[in-house]
């Protein structure tokens, strides 16, 4: 019998306890003008879940049983509890559609923002994650025993080059001291540049670079398509002789990195994740979604790295948000703190994180008192914008590199380093706009 009673009321609960296999969500939200918080938070909990606005007949107990529940509120920041049952294990897409769906658009809440997701060990275990990850990176691709930061370069200007050009760079950088060349996110396959040649050329400089420099060289082919092109692509690169593969997860979706994530497993390829796209809803302080969900769900699917930001460069990426996903993906046990949920990865390996975006020599030390060793650090215009060139260029972020690792000055390292010496005369230690 229908009571007129707020359909609503039923998603709040804040003597509630998640269970062990519950997913957690932790939400920061601003309600609508004349909203309360516990009602913007029944209706969240309500849309991502099972509820709607009005008294359904078609309630039965056993559907409300496995209803989300909003359990704690704490300013602006409120937790909801969602039964395991809400959920298609191993699927990404279900669970965005489901806790990240419609609620952005609800005339309740003036601003929305989903900042991170617990996960627990029943919903873990459905997704493979990582078939590389930080350990296998470095022992299986690049052979290190001391681990240093892995120096990728991105040849720029990142499109309008034609495949030899885009090789010559490519050859000169790596000679030069880079162990990983990438293609930038929006160069895929175009006129000037074609896929299948373009990977070609490149393995062939690749493997010359190897011979003459006697180090480990590969190469990030970004392979972004329509799905059933992206895994053509894939198997080319490892005809080729590739150990990597670059997607833009974002703009080809979540669906098309899970189907990728399998392909790669059966080609041996590892994984290198772009963000592209990611800003447009995480760099929203108040609504959206945060970046750090983003890598956690990158790790979750199971690419091998991804980009995390730098603080210094040219790109939005606060210093707590850079360590908080560092943290992410590179710990296997992660602890409650500020807007992060405890997390425990179990079996899933770590992921290489990636600090890129206006990087150059003299802003290398920062990166890695910031993030450590493990880490891969990307220069596109810190490379080849060095006065002396592509080479120098690159020799004087490898030299940077070098001095870190030893705890010398740059500038005392500059004595014995010529392009490292005319990088620091050329920027210091600017920090790009």
């Avoid at 770590?350 to 890695?368: A, R």
Wanted: proline residues 5%; positive net charge; charged residues 25%.
């Amino acid at each position: 019998m229908k009571t007129n009673i707020d359909p609503y009321k039923d998603f709040v609960d804040l003597g509630h306890r998640p269970k062990q296999n519950d997913l957690v969500c932790l939400f920061k939200v601003h309600p609508a003008k004349g909203m309360s918080m516990e009602n913007a938070m029944g209706r969240i909990a309500s849309e991502s879940s099972n509820g709607t606005w009005a008294e359904l007949t078609t309630l039965k107990e056993h559907i409300r049983k496995i209803r989300a529940r909003a359990f704690s509120i704490k300013g602006s920041y409120v937790k909801v509890a969602y039964p395991i049952e809400l959920f298609e294990k191993g699927s990404v897409p279900q669970l965005m559609s489901s806790v990240a769906g419609n609620i952005f658009g609800m005339k309740a809440v003036a601003s929305l923002r989903l900042e991170d997701i617990s996960l627990p060990k029943a919903y873990l275990s459905s997704f493979r994650g990582p078939g590389f990850g930080l350990d296998g990176v470095y022992e299986k691709i690049f052979k290190m025993k001391k681990r240093r930061p892995i120096l990728v370069h991105v040849p720029k200007p990142k499109v309008g080059m034609t495949v030899k050009e885009h090789a010559d760079a490519a050859r000169k950088a790596w000679l030069g001291g880079v162990d990983l060349l990438k293609d930038d996110e929006n160069l895929t396959n175009q006129d000037f540049n074609p896929f299948d040649a373009r990977m070609k050329l490149m393995f062939k400089y690749r493997d010359y670079a190897e011979n003459e420099t006697g180090e480990r060289k590969s190469y990030l082919a970004n392979i972004t398509a329509e799905t059933k092109e992206m895994i053509r692509r894939a198997r080319l690169v490892k005809e080729l002789g590739g150990e990597y593969v670059m997607v833009d997860i974002l703009t080809a979706g979540w669906a098309a990195a899970q189907t990728i994530r399998d392909e790669c497993e059966d080609l041996g390829l590892a994984i290198h994740a772009h963000r592209a796209f990611h800003a447009a809803f995480t760099r929203n302080a108040d609504h959206g979604m945060s970046m750090l969900l983003v890598a956690k769900l990158a790790r979750l699917i199971g690419v091998d790295q991804i980009h995390i930001g730098t603080v210094v460069g040219k790109l939005s990426s606060p210093r707590t948000e850079v360590l908080d996903i560092d943290d992410e993906i590179v710990n296997r046990d992660i602890l409650d703190h500020a807007r992060v949920l405890k997390e425990k990865w179990e079996a899933i390996k770590p992921v290489v994180p990636v600090s890129s975006g206006g990087l150059h020599p003299g802003l290398v030390p920062y990166v890695m008192k910031l993030l450590g060793p493990e880490i891969a650090i990307q220069a596109g215009g810190g490379i080849d914008g060095h006065p002396n060139g592509v080479g120098a260029g690159a020799a004087a972020m490898r030299d940077a590199v070098s001095a870190a690792m030893k705890h010398e000055s740059l500038a005392e390292y500059a004595r014995h380093s010529p392009a490292l010496k005319a990088a620091l005369e050329y920027w210091g230690g600017k920090r790009p706009i």
